[in-house]
């Protein structure tokens, strides 16, 4: 979180559940049957369990999972049970009170916990929590590693993106990750199933109950696979997280599903082959932060 917090939008900036529901109806005729919700904080929207009950309810809707910080997860998981849901994945970046305090701007790592506890006991019930790596929390590495010794969830350590303010941030990657778990755990050993559709490489860790991933796009460059597209709050599809190109769909939805159809199919089709991460000039670049593009 940055120290001088983020710009806010106005409630008439962001796209109505309804509106969003109509998009994925869209999404659906064009093949796409697995919904992530992610923000932002999507917990923090009134309404959001009914919303997912309802995008789970589309015809053609596969899975619908969730990106969360945790912070009110174990208030709502009877809801999202209820709801559906088919898979969460938690934010943390320290198991430490005082380092995930200094990251997040905020002292609630209880609440975190407690609501990773309160997914973590159903039963097969996908819950993957997910650390960004970052040389503030270097010493936290193993500490959530941990996390996965005794519980059946995935711990997955994620290269961040040089978007935004972290532009200019230091570097640091899964090399650096591998090397302290395998030093500390033994050698990770590559699960064979992957836990999802999406780039995450999963291992196993001998002793260890849950799995171990790395979202590498930086030194592990997936792009050959990338399936993916995001849809910011305001109704702007991104076919790629490092550029600008794209297609504002709320204004086209608004004269009519199928003009939103053909301006997504046409951006889809123009969806790039590969970021350039690193490389200091590129047309297009988006400079939004993860957190205006739903990272």
């Given at each position: 979180m940055?120290?001088?917090?983020i710009?806010e939008?106005?409630?008439?900036?962001?796209?109505?559940y309804?509106?969003?529901?109509?998009?994925?109806?869209?999404?659906?005729c064009l093949?796409?049957?697995k919904?992530?919700?992610?923000?932002?904080e999507p917990?923090?929207?009134r309404?959001?369990c009914?919303?997912?009950?309802a995008?789970?309810?589309?015809?053609?809707?596969?899975?619908?999972?969730?990106?969360?910080?945790g912070?009110?997860l174990?208030e709502f998981?009877p809801?999202?049970?209820?709801?559906?849901?088919?898979?969460?994945?938690?934010?943390?970046?320290?198991?430490?009170?005082?380092r995930?305090?200094?990251?997040?701007?905020?002292?609630?790592?209880?609440?975190?916990?407690?609501?990773?506890?309160?997914?973590a006991?159903?039963?097969?019930f996908r819950?993957?929590?997910?650390?960004?790596?970052?040389?503030?929390?270097?010493?936290d590495?193993?500490?959530?590693?941990?996390?996965?010794r005794?519980?059946?969830?995935?711990?997955?350590f994620?290269?961040?993106?040089?978007?935004?303010v972290?532009e200019?941030?230091?570097?640091?990657?899964?090399?650096?990750?591998?090397?302290?778990?395998?030093?500390?755990?033994?050698?990770?050993q590559?699960e064979?199933l992957?836990?999802?559709?999406g780039?995450a490489?999963?291992y196993?860790?001998e002793?260890?109950k849950?799995?171990?991933g790395?979202?590498?796009?930086?030194?592990h460059?997936f792009?050959?696979?990338c399936?993916?597209?995001r849809?910011t709050?305001?109704?702007?599809?991104?076919?790629?997280?490092?550029?600008s190109?794209?297609?504002?769909?709320?204004?086209?939805?608004?004269?009519?599903?199928?003009?939103a159809?053909?301006?997504?199919?046409?951006a889809?089709?123009?969806k790039?082959?590969?970021?350039?991460?690193?490389?200091?000039e590129?047309p297009?670049?988006?400079g939004?932060?993860m957190?205006q593009?739903?990272?």
């Amino acid at each position: 979180m940055p120290e001088e917090g983020i710009r806010e939008l106005r409630h008439e900036d962001i796209l109505s559940y309804e509106e969003i529901l109509r998009l994925c109806r869209v999404f659906i005729c064009l093949g796409v049957n697995k919904f992530k919700v992610t923000g932002g904080e999507p917990l923090a929207r009134r309404g959001v369990c009914e919303f997912i009950a309802a995008l789970k309810a589309l015809p053609g809707a596969e899975s619908v999972t969730l990106t969360t910080n945790g912070v009110r997860l174990a208030e709502f998981m009877p809801a999202l049970t209820k709801a559906g849901i088919d898979g969460i994945n938690v934010s943390l970046d320290s198991p430490d009170r005082r380092r995930y305090a200094e990251i997040a701007r905020r002292d609630l790592l209880p609440a975190v916990l407690e609501g990773l506890e309160a997914a973590a006991v159903l039963p097969d019930f996908r819950l993957k929590l997910n650390c960004v790596i970052l040389s503030a929390n270097a010493d936290d590495w193993l500490g959530l590693a941990e996390m996965a010794r005794d519980r059946a969830l995935a711990v997955r350590f994620i290269e961040r993106m040089p978007l935004g303010v972290a532009e200019r941030a230091e570097q640091i990657g899964e090399a650096e990750v591998r090397s302290a778990l395998e030093a500390a755990y033994g050698p990770l050993q590559p699960e064979e199933l992957p836990l999802g559709p999406g780039p995450a490489v999963y291992y196993k860790l001998e002793g260890f109950k849950g799995r171990i991933g790395f979202i590498s796009a930086l030194s592990h460059k997936f792009c050959r696979s990338c399936r993916r597209l995001r849809l910011t709050s305001s109704g702007f599809l991104k076919t790629c997280l490092q550029y600008s190109t794209g297609v504002n769909l709320r204004p086209l939805l608004a004269e009519s599903p199928e003009k939103a159809r053909q301006a997504a199919a046409e951006a889809i089709e123009r969806k790039p082959a590969e970021h350039f991460f690193g490389k200091s000039e590129l047309p297009f670049r988006d400079g939004a932060a993860m957190n205006q593009i739903g990272g």
